[in-house]
């Protein structure tokens, strides 16, 4: 846990409870389809253990503190957005996952929607009694959704989902306020290098939007990014009153375009997507000052960026 502590800014955890070596984890009796999903898909055998993008890892703070360092080096193309609605007076829940490439992957692929919660109370035979990140739900289930990114680029991939939060006694209380939805692209395979996470974003359960569609602003609007200076990645929130086409791009100092984040069609509501300071090739940008500019029917919106290293 300190691990994720120290790196909160890049990184995206889901912890899944197995019943073993303690036979009546509640974590696990309470959605045995999800855990265990998981539990087979990586053969887990023994714990603890831990997967970094999809990959083996070890539990120790250096190993993992490796493990992490290797994959911020690998170039990745996917990006995602997260939008959808929270009622807290149903607990009605909607969720749209967008996944975009730039470019053509070629392997099998699934969408991930993951539902988890932290802070939660349960004093555990391990003598952990604080339990994050836990693995309350997967939509539309475990396996997740296909998707395919080979055709004209950029491509998108959508996922939507709809749920009601439940309610329960400790340790099942699914608070809002300690919910997360956690969408992640995966590569399909049996062999371990083939189960690879290719992209993965989080998002607060209450951060979903919940204001209704008319009263979001008029024209696409860029909202100011988080966190802005930045090292490695910065949100930029995007609201729509309804579905529009839109450009989202990243421009260097001297005006030329080094990245798409998106083109094309985005849905009515508030989205937030990810730079990670590299450019449509998947290199790495120096320090300095960029600019994001979305580009829409009335216009275009900057904002300036610094990217620190």
Not at 143 to 156: A, H, I, K, L, R
Not at 160 to 168: A, I, K, N
Request: charged share 15%.
């Amino acid at each position: 846990m300190q691990f994720l502590a120290d790196h909160p800014d890049d990184t995206v955890a889901i912890i899944w409870h197995a019943n073993f070596p303690y036979p009546l984890d509640p974590f696990y009796a309470h959605n045995v389809t999800a855990n265990q999903g998981r539990l087979n898909y990586y053969s887990i055998t023994s714990v603890p253990r831990v997967r970094v993008d999809g990959l083996n890892a070890s539990t120790s703070y250096n190993s993992l503190l490796t493990a992490y360092n290797n994959r911020l080096a690998v170039p990745t193309d996917p990006s995602l957005d997260i939008s959808g609605s929270w009622d807290p007076d149903t607990r009605a829940v909607q969720v749209t996952a967008t996944a975009t490439t730039t470019s053509a992957m070629t392997a099998q692929y699934v969408l991930h929607i993951m539902l988890t919660e932290s802070e939660v109370y349960f004093d555990g035979t391990n003598g952990i009694d604080w339990h994050q990140h836990t693995l309350r739900d997967a939509f539309p289930g475990i396996t997740g959704t296909p998707v395919s990114f080979s055709g004209e680029f950029p491509q998108s991939a959508q996922v939507s989902v709809d749920f009601t939060l439940p309610t329960g006694a400790p340790p099942h209380e699914y608070r809002p306020d300690f919910c997360e939805i956690v969408v992640f692209v995966q590569e399909v395979g049996t062999a371990a290098v083939l189960r690879e996470v290719h992209q993965a974003a989080a998002v607060p359960l209450i951060d979903l939007a919940q204001t209704p569609v008319e009263s979001l602003p008029a024209a696409p609007r860029l909202g100011q990014p988080f966190p802005n200076p930045f090292n490695p990645s910065v949100a930029l929130p995007v609201q729509l009153a309804e579905a529009s086409e839109v450009a989202l791009r990243v421009l260097d100092a001297q005006g030329r375009q080094v990245r798409t984040l998106h083109a094309g069609t985005l849905g009515a509501g508030s989205h937030a997507l990810h730079w990670d300071g590299r450019d449509d090739a998947g290199r790495r940008l120096g320090s300095g000052v960029y600019l994001a500019q979305l580009i829409h029917a009335g216009g275009r919106e900057s904002r300036r960026l610094v990217l620190l290293k």
